[in-house]
């Protein structure tokens, strides 16, 4: 029988600890799988967050450092100046990156590193037990928001392609999901196409991806995928939020 499918060598034989219907595997897959299309997994350096990705450096068969929550843009950062022919990456929840390390990201962002940061925006802190996280939608129940979030209260989610995208460093922002296998696809063509943005030196580049907690929004992973649909997409709508290279083009 021939094969048709195989696991990608970038990622390695041990099983992973994601809860069913977590969208951290999928997105792992991907960029584990780009990275072998790309012929770069050897020479690429993740910096992995704090949050339920922590272990991603174990399922990641190429080099990758641990960063303090947030820090991740700060370490890739001094990670690509001291090797600029590597492709780095960051890796980061939304506990992560908009809360704690708003500050780390705004700033690489801004700086322009040529680093490519994959950002989970689940609306939730996963690893802690499900606090509100800076994009928790409005009326979307967290351990730290009983009845909702209520934005008079806790303030408004925070959009963070399109705030970054306000900047001038960044090359390439666009948002996707992975709820549909056609979703799945544009994510990985989005993944493909920040690395290779990051390997012609052209600037910062991210792409989010509205992804799932069912464990900490409290459903199965079926409705988590529905969730997504439904709720997050048109709070976070999916799209291309910057692209120099289609500006260049105009
Ligand atoms: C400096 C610091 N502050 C707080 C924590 C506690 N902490 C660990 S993971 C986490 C949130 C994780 O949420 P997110 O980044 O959204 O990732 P997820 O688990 O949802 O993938 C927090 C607050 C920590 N480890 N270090
Ligand atoms: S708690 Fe949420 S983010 Fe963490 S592994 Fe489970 S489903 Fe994924």
């Known amino acids: 029988m021939s094969i048709i499918f195989k696991k990608t060598r970038a990622l390695t034989d041990l099983k992973m600890h994601y809860c069913p219907g977590c969208a951290h595997g999928i997105v792992h897959r991907l960029v584990a799988e780009v990275l072998e299309e790309m012929d770069e997994d050897k020479n690429t350096i993740i910096a992995v967050p704090v949050g339920c990705a922590v272990f ?49 990201i705004v700033h690489a962002a801004a700086r322009g590193e040529k680093i490519t940061t994959i950002f989970i925006n689940n609306g939730i802190y ?56 056609a979703q799945v696809t544009k994510a990985k063509m989005a993944i493909r196409k920040a690395l290779e943005m990051q390997k012609a030196g052209l600037g910062f580049t991210m792409v989010e991806v509205v992804s799932s907690c069912p464990t900490n929004w409290g459903v199965t992973p079926v409705k988590a995928m529905e969730f997504i649909r439904e709720k997050m997409i048109p709070y976070y709508p999916l799209g291309v939020y910057k692209d120099v290279t289609a500006e260049e083009g105009k």
């Open 56 to 104: 991603a450096n174990k399922y990641f068969n190429f080099d990758s450092i641990q960063s303090a929550h947030g820090r991740a843009p700060a370490t890739a950062t001094g990670i690509k100046r001291v090797h600029p022919d590597k492709l780095v990456m960051t890796y980061q929840g939304d506990g992560d990156l908009a809360s704690i390390g708003t500050a780390e």
């Open 126 to 181: 996963g690893m802690t037990g499900g606090q509100m996280a800076p994009t928790t939608l409005p009326g979307m129940k967290a351990t730290t928001a009983k009845a909702g979030r209520d934005p008079q209260i806790n303030g408004n989610p925070i959009r963070m392609s399109e705030m970054l995208s306000t900047l001038d460093g960044p090359a390439y922002i666009e948002r996707v999901s992975v709820s549909t296998p």
